[in-house]
Every structure is written in structure tokens, then in C-alpha cells.
């Protein structure tokens, strides 16, 4: 076959093809495992990161091993289940299972989700023998879009240990404040529920005046944002309520860690 015959121009061009096909589907399988490794990792972080327990320098996948037991939950029944392993229940595709989810009456859906998982994972953070925190994942309708987080409570399941969000698409500078670090950060001591178990933690519209006795509960609004804001407010009082880990939280108070 002459070098610059039409069939030789196919064949070279097929084998640069089979050549390079091989070479990028070489490199996404070796990779696979990898990414694998990293989107674990990301989890890790965003559970841990509202704990405020993982200092600089601790490979969270360390931590996680040694201090974090991941549990899922059966909502409606406030029992664990072993269903499914937590660490690999994907929470967002349950919800879109007819099987694995359930729609939410329309006058408990403060959250505006319209259906949620049966089963949710949450993770408890231990110390020594005891569980030092508890660690719900939280989510609901911002203005834009699902803000997606985690709330860390304290063992006594009342007082918050932290609070944030790892996956939102609201505006920058307006609904975006809700990732500031100073906004954040008056959460952690906050009181979610009241002495009857009432949730009672609210986002004001404007600041909490720190002489008001409802101080406790009260974390301040942002400016230019009060639509998102009022979310993550009602996002909170869904996922605590009875609809939310409510029935579970109350079993945990009566029963104790080991319930
Ligand atoms: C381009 C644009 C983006 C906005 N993004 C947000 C947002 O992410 N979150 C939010 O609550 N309000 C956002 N707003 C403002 C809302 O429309 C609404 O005015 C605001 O929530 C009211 O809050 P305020 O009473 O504190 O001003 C945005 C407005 C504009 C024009």
C-alpha cells in the first residue's frame, strides 16, 4: 500500500485513535479509585469542619476512623438501621428512590423539599467511651437553590456545637454570607430546642439584641438576604421537628447514646 493512499491514511488514523482511546480510558480507570479517595476525603471535611474538633495537620480520614461512628436513621421510627451502610448511603439519590423516600405533608414542609429519605445518616463523634457531639445533615430551599449542611449538636442535644453549609448556589456577598465565617461562628453555644424540647432556634431579620432572654435562640439575620436566611431558619426547624431527626433526638434523650 502506498504511503499516501487512502487506506493507509484510515489505518494510521485508526490506530492513532485506538491508541489515544486506550491511553484515556487507562487513565480514568487508574484514576477511578483516586477520585474515589477524594470525594470520601471532601465528606470527611464537611462533616468534621462543623465540629470545630479537627485541628490543622489531622488527616480527617484519621479522625474519622478514630472518633466517628456513622449511624443511619429511620425517621419515622427513630431507630437505627442496618439497611444500608451510612458511609456509602447516598442521602440525595434516596430521595429521588420511590422506595427509599417519602413525600412530606404539605404543612410540615418548612424546608420546601416536598419529599425526603426515610433514612438519614448522622455521625456521632466520640471521645474516649463517650459521644462528645452528634452531627445531622440538614438541608432546604434557600432563595435559589438546596442549601446543603451539616448541624453539629452537643452531647446534651440541645446546645449547638456548630453549623454550615458545603453546597449552595445563592448569590455572593448576598445569600452567599451564609458560608461567612463571622456569621458562622455566633451558632456554636446557641440553643436549639427550649426546656420542653420545643425547637426554638430562629434567624431574626435584623440583630439579636444580646439583653433579650430569646438570645439564646436567636443567631442574626443578613442584610440583602433575608430570603435566604428565613431557609436556612426554617431548613433548621424541619430537620429538628418531628418530620425531621425529631422523634430520634427525643429517643436519644430518653434512651441515651446506646439506645
Ligand atoms: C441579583 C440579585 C441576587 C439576589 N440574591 C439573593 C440571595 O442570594 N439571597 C437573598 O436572600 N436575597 C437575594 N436577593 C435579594 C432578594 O431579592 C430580596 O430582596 C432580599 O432577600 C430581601 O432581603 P432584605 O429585606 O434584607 O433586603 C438578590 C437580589 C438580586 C437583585
Not at 1 to 17: K, Y
Not at 193 to 204: A, N, S, T
Request: net charge negative; with cysteine.
Amino acid at each position: 500500500m502506498a504511503n499516501d493512499s487512502v487506506g493507509r491514511t484510515f489505518l494510521v488514523a485508526f490506530l492513532v485513535c485506538f491508541v489515544c482511546s486506550l491511553l484515556v480510558s487507562g487513565t480514568a480507570a487508574g484514576l477511578r479509585a483516586k477520585k474515589e479517595r477524594d470525594a470520601l476525603s471532601i465528606h470527611y471535611r464537611n462533616v468534621l469542619r462543623v465540629t470545630g474538633l479537627l485541628t490543622p495537620g489531622t488527616d480527617p480520614a484519621d479522625f474519622w476512623r478514630e472518633r466517628v461512628e456513622a449511624r443511619l436513621v429511620e425517621l419515622d421510627t427513630a431507630q437505627y438501621s442496618e439497611d444500608f451502610d451510612p458511609n456509602t448511603f447516598d442521602p440525595q439519590r434516596a430521595a429521588g428512590d420511590s422506595a427509599l423516600a417519602r413525600a412530606i405533608p404539605s404543612q410540615a414542609d418548612l424546608a420546601g423539599l416536598r419529599s425526603r429519605p426515610r433514612l438519614l445518616p448522622v455521625y456521632l463523634i466520640r471521645e474516649g467511651d463517650e459521644v462528645r457531639q452528634l452531627v445531622l445533615p440538614v438541608y432546604g430551599k434557600g432563595l435559589w437553590s438546596t442549601l446543603h449542611g451539616y448541624l453539629a449538636l452537643e452531647a446534651d442535644l440541645v446546645t449547638v456545637a456548630g453549623f454550615g453549609f458545603y453546597d449552595h448556589a445563592e448569590t455572593p456577598g448576598l445569600g452567599g454570607e451564609i458560608d461567612n465565617p463571622r456569621w458562622l461562628a455566633q451558632w456554636p453555644g446557641k440553643q436549639a430546642f427550649d426546656e420542653q424540647g420545643q425547637v426554638r432556634i430562629e434567624v431574626l431579620r435584623g440583630q439579636v439584641d444580646a439583653a433579650d432572654p430569646q438570645a439564646r435562640f436567636q443567631v442574626d439575620g443578613l442584610s440583602g438576604a433575608t430570603m435566604t436566611a428565613r431557609g436556612v431558619g426554617n431548613l433548621l426547624r424541619y430537620w429538628l421537628g418531628a418530620d425531621g431527626f425529631g422523634p430520634y433526638l427525643e429517643r436519644l434523650r430518653r434512651e441515651g447514646f446506646h439506645g
